[in-house]
């Protein structure tokens, strides 16, 4: 299979591979002129990339063939996630991006057991690891790993989306009556490892977000996220 590589400039028939990329195909691959890759725009297009000429910082290919990334989902999802301990913010961000989520978006509440420290250097890394997931697993988009928001931060994003399933501890409606079978855009919402206050949690209702559960045991904080995307997908449809 060919690799596959993003980058937003393509113009016409020829396109341009720079930077990390173009290091790691040029150099560790040891690409050769005439080789095929596969070339992403970001925004869910993919081309059939040819070498035309490899320099020391560019990649140069002529390019054919455009066409929708079959591997982007009808359902447009942001996961909120509880911002969880050492390094499961990680787990969560590449799973979440190999099964279609858009964005992802931790977030701190009262019983986070972690706070805010260096976010803006983690959000690189963060960043980085979404990428790699992005092309391991095909997508055509370069899902965002947003910086942390408080809880309380929440509602005011509430409007960007036709359902937002709060994913409570003490349960809720069936997930299966809550998600739009037509996909839309989605919010799910997962908690940390303590949990959610209930003053949190009524906070959350209060601005609309549907409180769901996802059965009868009680899931890690980094597996619920995980759980809950999956389940999403299942029901529109995208993992059939």
């Given at each position: 299979?060919?690799?596959?590589?993003?980058?937003?400039?393509?113009?016409?028939?020829?396109?341009?591979?720079?930077?990390?990329?173009?290091?790691?195909?040029?150099?560790?691959?040891?690409?050769?002129?005439?080789?095929?890759?596969?070339?992403?725009?970001?925004?869910?297009?993919?081309?059939?990339?040819?070498i035309t000429a490899i320099e020391p910082d560019?990649?140069?290919?002529?390019?054919?063939?455009?066409?929708?990334?079959?591997a982007e989902p009808k359902a447009k999802v942001t996961v909120f996630a509880g911002y969880p301990k050492q390094d499961k913010l990680e787990l969560i961000l590449q799973k979440s991006v190999e099964l279609g989520a858009e964005r992802i978006v931790p977030f701190f509440s009262r019983f986070c057991v972690v706070t805010p420290k260096k976010e803006d250097q983690k959000n690189q890394r963060y960043a980085r690891i979404a990428a790699e997931a992005?092309?391991?697993?095909?997508?055509?988009?370069?899902?965002?790993?947003?910086?942390?928001?408080?809880?309380?931060?929440?509602?005011?994003?509430?409007?960007?989306?036709?359902?937002?399933?709060?994913?409570?501890?003490?349960?809720?409606?069936?997930?299966?009556?809550?998600?739009?079978?037509?996909?839309?855009?989605?919010?799910?919402?997962?908690?940390?490892?303590?949990?959610?206050?209930?003053?949190?949690?009524?906070?959350?209702?209060?601005?609309?977000?549907i409180p769901v559960g996802l059965g009868p045991r009680i899931l890690r904080c980094e597996t619920a996220p995980i759980a809950a995307l999956a389940a999403v997908m299942t029901l529109t449809g995208d993992l059939e």
């Open positions: 299979m060919p690799h596959r590589y993003f980058t937003s400039e393509i113009s016409g028939d020829t396109a341009l591979l720079t930077g990390a990329d173009a290091h790691h195909l040029g150099k560790v691959m040891r690409a050769r002129i005439g080789e095929q890759v596969i070339l992403c725009d970001g925004s869910g297009f993919d081309y059939d990339g040819v560019q990649v140069q290919f002529s390019v054919a063939n455009k066409r929708p990334c079959t992005a092309k391991q697993c095909g997508r055509g988009i370069l899902p965002e790993v947003e910086l942390p928001l408080n809880i309380s931060q929440l509602p005011g994003r509430f409007s960007e989306f036709d359902a937002i399933l709060f994913f409570y501890e003490k349960g809720g409606r069936p997930l299966r009556q809550c998600v739009p079978a037509e996909g839309g855009r989605i919010a799910l919402i997962t908690g940390a490892e303590g949990g959610f206050s209930e003053e949190e949690a009524q906070a959350l209702i209060d601005a609309g977000a």
